[in-house]
């Protein structure tokens, strides 16, 4: 089946400076990659993603890059803010065939620490 | 308002003592799915719906089972929970497979 790997587990930057967070996938089948952002107390939000058919796609501060080839896909937070602070989660899923299909597979997590 | 509900935020039972946590969602949403959330594992799919009376396994079902009788609702039960279920525990639910899903504020199952 479906499996995602994530680095690092923690990441601390200062204030200001980028963060970039990688996942590799290996069913070469999966075509969605959505990243999400759990804030401490609650449940994991969206807040980027990104098709096979589209390489990169960016909004505001965030980006997302795919590289298909080599299945991985990374976030990067640039000028990055004390609020940016949380866990961050990759996840793959792939269409759906008959009643197969549906899954939603998630990385184990980074913990993303911005320091003032 | 578009959400996942999920009951209760909080639960301390005893081993053997069966258990349901309840989920539902207000967006017509045909996917619900359930993960339970550990250090350093993240999030691990439990089980999942694709529509009414369709359930599948995802990658930890052990000790758990599902119904999904209506597409608003989807139970997680735990027949005889055991401590190594102690967990944060989602609800979560998407419209299509290539779409945002929706997650409960989750459920903190504590089994002693």
């Known amino acids: 089946g479906e499996n995602v790997e994530q680095h690092p587990s923690t990441l601390s930057v200062q204030e200001g400076d980028s963060a970039v967070i990688k996942c590799t996938y290996s069913?070469?089948?999966?075509?969605?990659f959505p990243w999400y952002k759990q804030e401490l107390g609650k449940g994991p939000q969206l807040i980027i993603d990104?098709?096979?058919?589209?390489g990169e796609k960016k909004d505001q501060r965030i980006a997302v890059t795919l590289n298909k080839t080599a299945k991985h896909f990374s976030l990067h937070i640039t000028e990055t803010q004390p609020e940016d602070s949380a866990v961050y989660f990759c996840?793959?899923?792939?269409?759906?065939?008959?009643?197969?299909?549906?899954?939603?597979?998630f990385g184990q997590g980074t913990e993303l620490s911005v320091k003032p | 308002e578009a959400q996942v509900t999920q009951n209760p935020r909080y639960l301390i039972t005893v081993t053997g003592k069966k258990l349901t946590v309840t989920c539902s969602q207000n967006m017509n949403h045909e996917y619900m799915s359930w993960y339970r959330q550990d250090p350093g594992l993240g999030l691990r799919q439990i089980y999942y719906?694709?529509?009414?009376?369709?359930?599948d396994k995802g990658d930890v079902p052990e000790g758990y089972k599902v119904s999904r009788k209506e597409k608003r609702n989807f139970p997680l039960i735990l027949e005889s929970p055991s401590p190594n279920q102690t967990s944060l525990y989602f609800c979560?639910?998407?419209?299509?497979?290539?779409?945002?899903?929706?997650f409960g504020q989750g459920t903190r199952l504590t089994v002693v």
């Open positions: 979560a639910s998407r419209g299509g497979l290539a779409t945002e899903a929706f």
């Open positions: 996840a793959a899923s792939k269409r759906r065939v008959d009643n197969q299909g549906g899954k939603l597979i």
């Open positions: 719906s694709m529509n009414v009376e369709v359930t």
């Open positions: 990104i098709r096979s058919n589209v």
């Open positions: 069913d070469s089948a999966s075509n969605y």
